[in-house]
């Protein structure tokens, strides 16, 4: 098996054995929640980790935020916007720069897809992607994979079971992880949504089709995982009149509520990786229902997070920081 990679930055980074390790462990701290793990995870130095938010986030930053301090390490929390990215300094020299101070690891969220690839060759810092651009969320997919794992009752229940993404799948980073990750669990993905949110046909495959028609692809759902448009991320799309009507009454066409779901499906439960847009992909009344679970990935997220955090502060990398004599770590 390879080492957890010193630069997180895609689903494929990862070798199977290496998500199931990570399964393994995020469920042993979800088991100990209370106890200090760093105490018996860094015997020596207390690794110092920096939240690196260049872009909004409540649910990601707060976790990793947790899941450091579970863990019993450092905390920084690296404020882009008064920091010196303002004055026009890169993000590789920042990264260096909190290298330098002692930092050991950086959780990066960007607006730049793959703006993380090009520290893979000679890594700055070690780094996790927290999400970049319409590329990857992986460490999102990580914890969506905990949880239907945790709802299907294990591995096994899970495989063979059909995930129903609806909505803006073609902006999602969440999408673009799980479409990597599910299949290697043996769960079929359908996703479904106006033709100006779908993925490129070229990246379906015999686990992953697409449709613009609701009610099939949420009665074939064994779970129901929900996205909101996200509109921040929309360039120009190149949409016709009916494609612009759908978007104007978007709830009508796509979005649920617990009349319209009941009808098509009385059973799969709704995931949504956050944050929601009530009124539009869901409705209120759905979302404070038991079928919504939601807040049982954000349960989980401290976990696999701590999991993520404490492979990639083990993976015993010396080529970081460019490898300045001075600067190397024990
Ligand atoms: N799921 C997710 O990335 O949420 P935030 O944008 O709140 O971090």
Do not use: W
């Not at 106890?35 to 990601?60: C, M, W, Y």
């Not at 303002?86 to 290298?99: A, D, R």
């Not at 949110?197 to 613009?212: G, H, W």
């Not at 010396?318 to 600067?327: H, P």
């Amino acid at each position: 098996m390879r080492n957890f990679p010193s630069i997180f930055e895609t689903i494929e980074d990862l070798e199977k054995e290496q998500v199931d390790g990570l399964l393994k462990l995020a469920q042993k701290f979800k088991n100990n929640p209370d106890i200090q793990h760093g105490q018996s995870l860094f015997l020596g130095r207390k690794p110092i980790v920096a939240n690196s938010f260049l872009e909004d986030s409540t649910r990601t930053k707060n976790s990793f935020a947790i899941a450091i301090h579970k863990l019993g390490c450092t905390y920084l929390d690296f404020n882009a916007e008064t920091s010196s990215l303002k004055k026009g300094e890169s993000l590789e020299e920042t990264l260096l720069t909190l290298y330098a101070q002692g930092v050991d690891l950086c959780i990066v969220r960007t607006s730049q897809s793959r703006e993380l690839n090009g520290f893979k060759d000679s890594p700055p810092i070690k780094v996790i992607n927290g999400g970049d651009g319409t590329h990857q969320h992986p460490t999102q997919a990580l914890l969506d994979l905990m949880t239907l794992i945790d709802l299907a009752g294990g591995e096994e229940e899970l495989r063979g079971k059909v995930v129903t993404i609806v909505g803006d799948a073609y902006h999602s980073r969440v999408t673009h992880s799980l479409m990597a990750l599910l299949p290697l669990f043996g769960v079929k993905i359908i996703i479904c949504g106006p033709k100006c949110f779908q993925v490129p046909p070229e990246t379906l495959n015999d686990s992953i089709s697409q449709t613009d028609q609701l009610e099939p692809a949420i009665e074939k759902a064994d779970f129901i995982y929900l996205l909101r448009i996200q509109l921040e991320r929309h360039r120009k799309l190149d949409i016709t009149n009916d494609q612009a009507e759908i978007l104007k009454n978007y709830h009508q066409h796509y979005g649920l509520n617990p009349i319209k779901l009941n009808k098509i499906n009385s059973k799969a439960p709704l995931l949504h990786p956050g944050p929601a847009n009530i009124g539009t992909e869901i409705d209120r009344e759905l979302i404070k229902s038991r079928r919504y679970k939601g807040h049982l990935q954000v349960y989980n997220s401290v976990f696999m997070r701590m999991a993520i955090i404490a492979s990639i502060l083990q993976n015993g990398d010396k080529n970081i920081g460019y490898v300045d004599e001075m600067l190397i770590r024990e």
